[in-house]
């Protein structure tokens, strides 16, 4: 469900030992290094095809640590457990096995896909006593190789565990199971008039529990606030087996620490999530998208803060991407742009309950921008079909990226004022070594989030500057639909040869 | 900084070896009791004057954990450490050893008063090394007496601690010491266009730190979501003295587990919060407030769900108030109900950016209710002054029910449409023995919020039902104005002689 900080998210159980835990918590709050398997192992992003992509084990320097391995016992055993739901057939684990990027490769023998809690209570409880390692996935759509075995664990999978258990309607909160695909429930609760708290490219693979355990942001951050305030509460196993229940309702709960929070991010290494509470909201009756052109980074800025005073409550969402991004769009997935060329484009979007006004406010806003010289061209579309054509433009930037050579992707929040300086430092440094070096994201957040994306010349010769990355948040949030993966991995090029040490590649890959 | 669920809240310093911290957090996850001084020790409220109140440690069969007392030595450390703001002067330690509703007393002979980190971090270092505990205390606003020591403790007071430490005007992030006043930020950051996204009753006493320390939820909450949501980071001194930096101002920080979450809502049994950032929402440019009258719980609930519908995303508070409350507020405070007599009344609050729209859409909003029968009566405030005398119908309710006689009050969080059955099951089950029980709160949230409050005939013979109260959610909040505090003391009766066990007094009391 992620990857973790400094290095590959380690198998569960077997290692969750309080001491342990203990340590990785510090290794995270302090960055300390050099827990043996959770050593910092950088590397190259290799979007390479499924048969060609080297095992983790076989790439990096990473040793197995000393757990069990799966006997006839164990198959037996688990098979009572899970009747017909035990899969050792090489071609269903080679999907389990690999990440979406084709990245890093797990070695798994068995597939286990658990229905309800109690059933993942009696996995972890059994893993733990025979010191079984297990790895759990939700969706398998993180772009950050966390989500697939280093070794041989076993893969729990929580695809079955797709139940709605409940929704009242009248408070919008919505109790389902950890593998019910977020697609699904954003359907289910629009036509019940509420909208999911969260949006995401990967809406149509990825699992609520996997988006919870990698406190995924998505495109409805700005409007609706992140999961730590919309995650009402969960059910987690923890590596013992024991059924830690904070499956509660209440908008504000203050009978006890929120333990809940400390797996909400924590990406699969404290427990298993298997079921999630969360506050869905009215479904707005009107949107609007604006794509606007601007002359320079500073006037994507003013258009910024003027939408924040003029659009106020119904802002729903404020992107940007450069002229670079939309040439990549344009040239490898043959969109088009809306409006004529500019350095910069502004996504803007409405969300709002009277048409008539939102529409007021939209064209107030769009004259006085015009008016000072901040936008030099722009559309509006109110109807579904144009709004998705705006949105597919900043949405598909991060396919047009992976459409040719090595992709280096990052999610790194800065103060918005600094956020596109950083793209011409790294542009600057790399000279001619680098294709193109891209920004864009979000500004709707105290600090922008900028996603930076860069195709070098050569594969594996680019090592960042500490400097220039600054505080890197890398995400670890599933974020690309399924229905994308098949073209970008027929579109994959080779595996490349890396320049770099084998033992220590030569950058972290970030989330797009 | 609050009270704890199961008893007192316990001196920080001294009793923060991990083992203890483990069996506390259990205690709380589970219910578990009987942790010595742990103990559950439910109490009467007993509004006194200050004079009178009985010692806590003499009221309650509570046992002082073998701490050290303060000697010469540890005074002149401290007056090395914090010159000139050691305090062991009776008229100001009386002060800080007596709650705001005067029905627990500490006998603290030393008050602290640091103005940095720095400062507190060697305090709490030499405690721990001495053994001497420690009671934490912001604004000393909290109503469930867990902001003073029960027994000799050190009080170590934030109230210096009230430096801004930066403000970002774009973003609107607030970084400032934990013990500046709620109302001073208020008045900072609006200065600024923008608002704190949590407005209490006591904001001109209490501290930001004690409101993140109690994960107060307040007036707001509706539309800008919980403090789990909003604060951004947080800076806290553990009781051995080390400072924990997770002051970022990142709106999504994935780059560990959030530790700071633990901190909020665990009421200094954790650390000591130093700092605070947090995120600020712009100012709204228009804000109207409508009081309304409805014939029946019923019509009220359906009053909110056409109000969300229709006022959408300007709806920024709904409150609900029954008819007893109206007679109490008018009765002892001498406000009067600006609307004909209903059995309910509800408070709508819009903030939107445009004037004229929000105003067609509540009118368009009013004219459906009045319409089809669901409110029978109502008016609308635009101007300051008289939204803040419609405000305070609602907010005074708790300064009326204290005017006379004994008061429970209750902050319970149930399912909206079962809200209200409590309070007339509990009216139902008092009968004559209670001079009034009256139900009003918050409906804006997933459950809606209930503050139950009651007059018994007698002191201290109502036993409530765990069916009628079920899942009760105290609130730690501090939301009392201090400018109420001194009539309410005057007002104050003497104290009961509680008909109940005196080891054993008859009830939890709740917020208001």
Chains 1, 2 share one sequence.
């Not at 990473?62 to 071609?91: N, Y």
């Not at 989500?147 to 009242?168: G, H, K, R, W, Y």
């Not at 050579?405 to 001619?432: A, N, T, W």
Request: glycine share 10%; with cysteine; proline share 5%.
């Amino acid at each position: 469900m992620g990857w973790r900080r400094n290095g590959h998210k380690p198998a569960l159980v077997g290692m969750a030992g309080p001491p342990t835990l203990w340590a990785r918590k510090l290794e995270k709050v302090c960055g300390a290094r050099g827990f043996g398997v959770f050593q910092r192992r950088d590397f190259c992003v290799t979007p390479t095809s499924a048969q060609e992509v080297m095992l983790t084990c076989e790439r990096y320097a990473v040793q197995r640590l000393p757990f069990a391995e799966v006997s006839e016992q164990d198959l037996a055993f688990f098979e009572r457990v899970l009747p017909g739901r035990v899969s050792t057939d090489p071609h269903e684990l080679k999907a389990v096995n690999i990440d979406w990027l084709k990245m890093v490769r797990g070695c798994s023998k068995v597939l286990l896909k658990p229905k309800t809690t109690s059933e993942v209570s009696q996995i972890l409880r059994y893993c733990n006593e025979r010191n079984l390692a297990v790895s759990p996935q939700g969706g398998n759509t993180g772009m950050v190789g966390g989500s697939v075995p280093v070794f041989d664990e076993i893969v729990l999978s929580t695809a079955l565990m797709n139940q709605v258990l409940s929704f009242n309607a009248i408070s919008g909160t919505l109790v389902c199971q950890a593998g019910c695909v977020l697609e699904q429930l954003s359907q289910y609760v629009e036509e019940r008039d509420f909208i999911m708290p969260l949006d995401l490219g990967a809406k149509g693979s990825c699992h609520i529990g996997g988006n919870v355990a990698t406190n995924a942001g998505g495109l409805r951050l700005l409007r609706y606030g992140s999961l730590r305030g919309t995650v009402l509460g969960l059910e987690v196993v923890l590596a013992d087996g024991l059924v830690l229940d904070c499956l509660t309702s209440l908008r504000k709960d203050n009978t006890g620490y929120d333990l809940k929070q400390l797996f909400m991010g924590s990406e699969g290494t404290l427990g298993i999530i298997t079921a999630v509470s969360i506050l869905c909201s009215q479904k707005p009756k009107v949107v609007n998208v604006a794509f606007l052109g601007c002359p320079g980074f500073s006037e994507v800025l003013q258009t910024f803060s003027t939408c924040k005073g003029m659009l106020g409550e119904i802002l729903s969402a404020f992107e940007f991407m450069d002229d670079r991004c939309m040439q990549l769009v344009e040239s490898h997935l043959r969109l088009s742009s809306p409006i004529k060329e500019n350095p910069f484009y502004v996504l803007i979007e409405t969300s709002g309950s009277d048409a008539r006004h939102d529409e007021e406010k939209l064209t107030n806003f769009l004259e006085r921008v015009m008016d000072s010289g901040l936008v030099t061209d722009g559309t509006v579309a109110t109807d579904n079909t144009k709004i998705k054509m705006l949105w597919a433009l900043r949405e598909r930037i991060t396919e047009a990226l992976s459409c040719d050579g090595y992709v280096y992707k990052y999610d790194i929040s800065l103060p918005v004022e600094k956020l596109y300086d950083l793209v011409l430092d790294i542009r600057s440094r790399l000279g001619e070594s680098a294709k193109s070096v891209v920004g864009y994201g979000h500004l709707g957040e105290p600090r922008g989030r900028l996603h930076l994306g860069g195709r070098p010349q050569l594969p594996g010769c680019w090592r960042p500057s500490p400097v220039a990355v600054g505080r890197q948040q890398r995400s670890v949030a599933p974020n690309r639909p399924a229905r994308r993966r098949t073209s970008s991995a027929t579109a994959s090029p080779p595996r490349p040869s890396c320049s770099c040490s084998a033992s220590r590649p030569c950058w972290t890959p970030g989330a797009s």
